[in-house]
């Protein structure tokens, strides 16, 4: 495993900093809005402004790298990071949120996609699935670090802005000391709406639907756990657990959706979602550990969705168009991401803090009603023309199309 991870050690480091800063900065953020007394639906209008550039991010870097490289771009994009998230801290207004979220969501698309690039380079045919897992696993862990930092600083002051800060600017020095040669262009995004659809319906309502829940979950929970008493440590502890229970189910899950028509998976997935979204909504406040217990079981749910969605839509197509197919599935699933923090920001606004969960639970429930009604619409795929389930993180923090290249599904392709 040494021989294997050393070459790309400098690229994982560099992740996992990037993550981390990334992930201390998302629930630090909402935190801070609510502490300023401003409404959730002003906070989900901060997740939309990081969600539409972050998806502009992945459709235009390439663009700029083609012009002047990946070293180049990769350091101006890691410098205005950096910068955004102190002039979080030194202008704290909505208006002014929404743009310098905006443009960290920029950065960090092109951020990403470059040292995934410089992965995909390094990565040998072989052993591209063992990295792509060892990546998959070092972002997790990087997020959920940095969520944990929370509890280091009082998130009204200006200290864990610079922490955050000092995390992104680190993430430069692995990369920048790399002796890695400029690798391919970046990946760019063809975006065939109507092929997409025709495609497969379901994946393309599916993805949009995923995309909002997750939104949402990502900008709205931290708020709904404060309004709910909890300590810093207790948010970064609950955010943990459901990233720990997507890692803990995805397999069963996924592999389960390998053996059997996967829209019976992703219904059965998507009833309990609506099952344990009420009763998150029904039992807010009431009991810490219900609370642990549920987000656990949540995160079993939300997490695995995505990769299954997208494993069914690759299901019905050639597997000449996996690459094509799963990046403008992600900028749908971007399009989602947009909407959900704000749409879930207005229902708290209406009926409080749980009403995050009101808005997953009839989200989830209508996708739920739409998926049955495709088992009536199309034959289930043979299973000896299914492709393997892999899972892909369902966020716009670790998901790029330069990462859809790293799936060994991708190099499947081209051979």
């Known amino acids: 495993m040494l ?32 502490i300023e007394g401003w409404s959730p639906f002003v906070i989900g209008w901060i997740g939309f402004g990081y969600a539409l550039c972050f998806t502009a991010g992945c459709l235009f870097v390439p663009r700029m790298v083609l012009r002047v490289g990946h070293v180049r771009v990769y350091a101006v994009l890691a410098a205005a990071l950096a910068m955004s998230i102190l002039m979080h801290a030194l202008i704290v207004h909505p208006v002014a949120w929404i743009i310098t979220r905006g443009i960290g969501g920029f950065a960090l ?51 864990l802005f610079m922490v955050s800060a000092m995390l992104f600017a680190a993430a430069v020095i692995p990369t920048g000391l790399s002796n890695a040669s400029s690798p391919k262009p970046l990946a760019q995004v063809s975006l065939d709406l109507r092929k997409l659809f025709a495609n497969s319906p379901l994946a393309f309502v599916g993805v949009a639907v995923t995309g909002a ?21 207790q948010i970064a502890t609950t955010m943990a657990l459901v990233m720990i229970g997507g890692m803990v189910f995805q397999f069963p899950i996924g592999r389960y959706s390998d053996r059997t028509d996967r829209r019976h998976v992703i219904i059965a997935t998507t009833t309990a979602g609506v099952v344990l979204a009420t009763l998150l909504a029904m039992t807010a406040g009431t009991s810490l550990t219900m609370l642990f217990v549920l987000m656990f079981l949540f995160g079993g749910v939300l997490m695995p969705l995505y990769s ?24 749908i699933y971007g399009v989602g991401s947009m909407a959900g923090p704000v749409i879930a920001g207005g229902f708290m606004n209406v ?4 009403g995050i969960f009101a808005m997953m639970a009839l989200s989830f429930l209508a996708f739920t009603f739409y998926a049955a009604w495709r088992l009536t619409r199309r034959d289930a795929v043979p299973q000896d023309e299914m492709t393997d389930f892999t899972y892909a993180p369902p966020n716009a923090s670790a998901q790029t199309p330069e990462g859809i290249q790293l799936d060994p599904r991708a190099e499947e392709t081209v051979t």
């Not at 400098?10 to 609510?34: D, E, H, K, Q, Y």
């Not at 829940?213 to 440590?233: E, H, I, K, R």
């Open 213 to 233: 829940a997750f939104g949402a979950y990502s900008f709205q929970t931290p708020v709904f756990l404060q309004a709910a008493g909890l300590t810093q440590a």
């Open 351 to 354: 009926i409080g803090p749980a």
């Open 308 to 331: 299954i969605i997208v494993a069914h839509a690759n299901d019905h197509a050639s597997p000449d168009d996996f690459v094509e197919v799963s990046s403008g599935l992600l900028i």
């Open 3 to 34: 021989q294997l991870v050393g070459p790309v050690a400098g690229l994982l480091t560099s992740t996992f900093l990037l993550l981390a800063g990334n992930g201390l900065v998302g629930v630090l953020l909402p935190i801070r809005a609510a």
């Open 109 to 159: 698309a092109g951020t990403y996609m470059i040292v995934e690039s410089w992965l995909n380079e390094k990565a040998p045919n072989e052993e591209r699935g063992k990295i792509f897992s060892v990546y998959m696993v070092v972002t997790m862990i990087g997020l959920m670090s940095g969520q944990f930092l929370l509890a280091a600083a009082n998130p009204a002051m200006a200290t």
